[in-house]
């Protein structure tokens, strides 16, 4: 069993900037491939990056050059710096856990999630 808990969200100007993390506790951190995925209201769960074993990233082709996804096994942690935000950015995100490594921009792939953090961008 894995939680995670995310932090960061917040309200920001468009053009601005925020840093999500979410912090993991159970088994192995290491050994999960870690993903971030939103939610916009009256919108679907949508794929925003993702982060393998071994560092591989994968991004959606809108968040790509202004979004970095990271890690930090010895700390448990995956973090998701966002630039350049813009107001279709809103939405609740969510942090994501998988034991798979391989298709891991579905979100069936994934075993564990966090409650999500609040984002929102102001025009």
């Known amino acids: 069993q894995v939680q995670m808990v995310e932090s960061g969200g917040g309200l920001v100007q468009a053009g601005g900037s925020l840093r999500l993390s979410c912090a993991a506790s159970?088994?192995?951190?290491?050994?999960?491939?870690m993903g971030w995925f939103r939610q916009a209201p009256g919108k679907q769960r949508e794929f925003v990056a993702a982060i393998s074993w071994s560092g591989r990233t994968y991004y959606e082709d809108s968040v790509k050059g202004r979004f970095t996804i990271s890690r930090d096994n010895a700390k448990n942690a995956v973090h998701l710096q966002m630039n350049s935000l813009k107001p279709e950015d809103t939405a609740v995100y969510y942090c994501a856990a998988s034991t798979v490594d391989w298709g891991i921009r579905a979100g069936e792939r994934y075993d564990y999630w966090g409650q999500g953090t609040q984002v929102t961008v102001s025009s």
């Open positions: 159970g088994r192995t951190f290491s050994n999960y491939a």
